[in-house]
């Protein structure tokens, strides 16, 4: 094979990947679009996002997981509930409220057509946050 017919290829196969990786940028832009004009969704103090698309999974973010429990999480959204008995009907209204935001964030992706799954991935960069908001937060 000739220089040029090497280079040819080489440049077809890095313009197929290329062109792969935006498609897969596209489908994650549009996808939280969908989530952004939902008006539950997009009203929670919480804003869940797909991550990434792997395959026909969608990845989408989550405040708790196996290793953060649902009032860990709560409590990192709504900071005034810190001090709330664990049997107060707010904490079970709250937790009602995310999961459905959350169900609602996962049929919303899975209407689109474009995914067959959802998995969920714990926000760890939202609760990195969080912590130093609030550890630097100067405002009075």
Avoid: C
């Amino acid at each position: 094979m000739s220089d040029r017919k090497q280079f040819i290829t080489v440049m077809v196969v890095a313009a197929l990947f290329v062109g792969w990786i935006g498609w897969r940028g596209f489908e994650v832009t549009h996808l939280n679009a969908q989530l952004k004009e939902d008006k539950v969704v997009a009203g929670y103090p919480y804003q869940h996002r797909v991550l990434r698309v792997e395959g026909d999974t969608a990845v989408i973010s989550s405040l708790r997981s196996h290793s953060v429990s649902t009032q860990k999480a709560l409590t990192a959204v709504f900071p005034g509930m810190r001090h709330l008995a664990d049997t107060h009907r707010d904490w079970q209204k709250a937790e009602r409220e995310l999961a459905q935001v959350q169900a609602r964030a996962g049929d919303l992706v899975l209407a689109t057509g474009r995914v067959n799954r959802i998995r969920w991935e714990l926000d760890e960069n939202w609760y990195h946050l969080q912590s130093m908001k609030t550890r630097y937060d100067t405002t009075f």
